[in-house]
């Protein structure tokens, strides 16, 4: 597997909070994702990163929002949580010259009360 | 926009039997990927497929891309405990940087 970090591992916030997940690559890999996976639903992308500074939507990026400034960190975060955010958030990064397949990260299962 | 369905949802087997996951999208992909999800681990990738027709083998596990580009199959012959897991398919359009993930099957395999 490759380099993936994802920090926290779990997490429990209240609504309404803003909460920050990372996600780490030791691969220098050029795309990165941010997924959520929920029970019937399969992987579902929020936001994605072409490069430092360059990113962009998913189909279910309402509520997030994401950084980028360095090739290593892949940030997400939830401005303002919500029950519905609950969910198991995966990072992923997939390298330029291995065309398109992707690596995962462990996961942050994220619980918003 | 682009949806990719599987099916089953859910399938049990025993031991040694055979098992087929179907994947099909509404539009025409220009690639599509399988993964695997062990419970409680992360995706993990399998095997692309690009050409239209085109029959992929790995060990018990067979892929195929269908003629018109628009389904996809995986099927394991005489199933293992190992191969317990969620298997999903990842579509993708005009060799995008993104892929749609169809909500996975479920596989359960008793010993």
């Known amino acids: 597997d490759a380099g993936i970090t994802q920090s926290p591992r779990h997490k429990v916030t209240e609504t309404g909070t803003p909460v920050t997940l990372r996600c780490h690559q030791t691969?220098?890999?050029?795309?990165m994702y941010w997924y959520r996976q929920d029970p019937g639903h399969g992987l579902r992308l929020i936001h994605y990163?072409?490069?430092?500074?360059?990113?962009d939507k998913g189909e279910v990026s309402d509520g997030y929002s994401v950084s980028r400034s360095k090739t290593e960190d892949f940030l997400l975060t939830l401005e303002s949580a919500t029950s519905s955010q609950t969910s198991v958030y995966f990072c992923?990064?997939?390298?330029?010259?291995?065309?398109?397949?992707?690596?995962f990260g462990p996961g942050t299962r994220l619980t918003v009360t | 926009g682009q949806q990719v369905m599987q099916i089953p949802q859910y399938q049990h087997v025993q031991e040694g039997e055979d098992f087929t996951t179907y994947c099909n999208s509404s539009?025409?992909?220009?690639?599509i990927q399988w993964y695997k999800q062990r419970p409680g681990g992360h995706p993990v990738f399998l095997i692309q497929?690009?050409?239209?027709?085109e029959v992929k083998k790995q060990k018990r596990l067979t892929f195929q891309f269908g003629e018109a580009k628009k389904n996809s199959s995986l099927h394991i012959t005489a199933t293992q405990t190992t191969d317990v897991g969620t298997y999903f398919c990842?579509?993708?359009?005009?060799?995008?940087?993104?892929?749609?993930f169809g909500p996975g099957t479920r596989l359960s395999v008793l010993p």
């Open positions: 990163s072409y490069g430092v500074k360059d990113t």
């Open positions: 497929l690009v050409k239209s027709g």
């Open positions: 539009t025409t992909l220009s690639n």
């Open positions: 691969e220098n890999h050029r795309y």
């Open positions: 992923a990064t997939r390298p330029k010259d291995r065309a398109y397949e992707q690596y």
């Open positions: 990842a579509g993708s359009l005009n060799y995008g940087q993104n892929f749609v």
